[in-house]
């Protein structure tokens, strides 16, 4: 207590005489009529806060559940290409030109995966087809890689605004499209560049520089498992030229795999 009271004195000399709360009080009413204000503040709070939080994560979930559903009735990928045409459970569909779906060999060894289309992906409709692919294609010709031999795609079929990065909704949504774009091709190898397109077919937060040179592996909702490996974009490195020697290497790690 005498501790207490040192403490009280010593506001006093301070000048400090009165206490705040967490919430204003009006010194005019009565303390039962603050205790009502009080609760109908925190009611409203909640009102304006939780519900449209709980609604957005809601919407998410109903709207991944529902690509879940979806794919799972495509035995083709004429049949999910129609599927994610059709697909009005992402926004990024009403911004984007066009539905950005895989292109290649159906029965392709090597799937190759990026993030998202670009702005001349969007609009001609067709996953690398800018800089960024005139370089895959240069970088799969240097290993004797055909890219008519490979099936590529995006983690996402529709081009955020800007070029920005997708929210985790966003991929969270059109995951199970890509994940049975590998079920029903079934590669022996997919070929992940960029972090973002890693982080998300693997589910982790690793950075690009820790997973290359490893053998990763990519677990499909129906069971069977995929070997992966990781390596920059080549948006990346049309910035970065000086990396372009571990992407070679990358990619000699995946003509050896394909050859043995």
């Known amino acids: 207590m005498e501790n207490k009271t040192e403490i009280l004195d010593w506001y006093l000399l301070a000048g400090i005489d009165e206490i705040a709360d967490d919430a204003p009080v009006n010194l005019l009413i009565s303390k039962d009529a603050q205790k009502n204000t009080d609760k109908t503040i925190t009611e409203n709070n909640e009102a304006n806060t939780r519900p449209a939080t709980t609604l957005l994560a809601q919407e998410n979930s109903a709207a991944c559940i529902n690509a879940k559903e979806k794919c799972s009735q495509a035995n083709s990928l004429s049949e999910l290409r ?104 079934e590669p022996q190898m997919v070929f992940l560049m960029g972090a973002s397109a890693a982080n998300a077919v693997l589910g982790n937060a690793d950075s690009i520089s820790s997973m290359r040179g490893k053998m990763l592996e990519i677990v499909l909702d129906n069971g ?23 992407s070679w290497s990358d990619l000699l790690r995946l003509k050896h795999f394909l050859a043995g």
Not at 224 to 246: E, W
């Open 82 to 185: 129609s599927i994610v045409e059709n697909f009005e459970g992402c926004s990024l569909k009403f911004s984007a030109n066009s539905t950005v779906f895989g292109v290649g060999n159906e029965r392709a060894k090597v799937m190759l995966i990026g993030e998202a289309p670009g702005a001349d992906e969007d609009r001609i409709g067709k996953p690398f087809v800018g800089r960024s692919g005139q370089l895959l294609d240069k970088m799969l010709k240097a290993v004797g890689i055909s890219r008519e031999d490979c099936y590529v795609t995006n983690v996402l079929p529709w081009r955020p605004p800007g070029n920005r990065t997708p929210t985790d909704g966003e991929v969270a949504v059109c995951l199970p499209f890509l994940k049975r774009q590998v079920e029903l091709i």
């Open 224 to 246: 069977k498992t995929i070997k992966a490996l990781a390596s920059f974009h080549p948006a990346y490195l049309l910035r970065s030229s000086s990396q372009k020697a571990k």
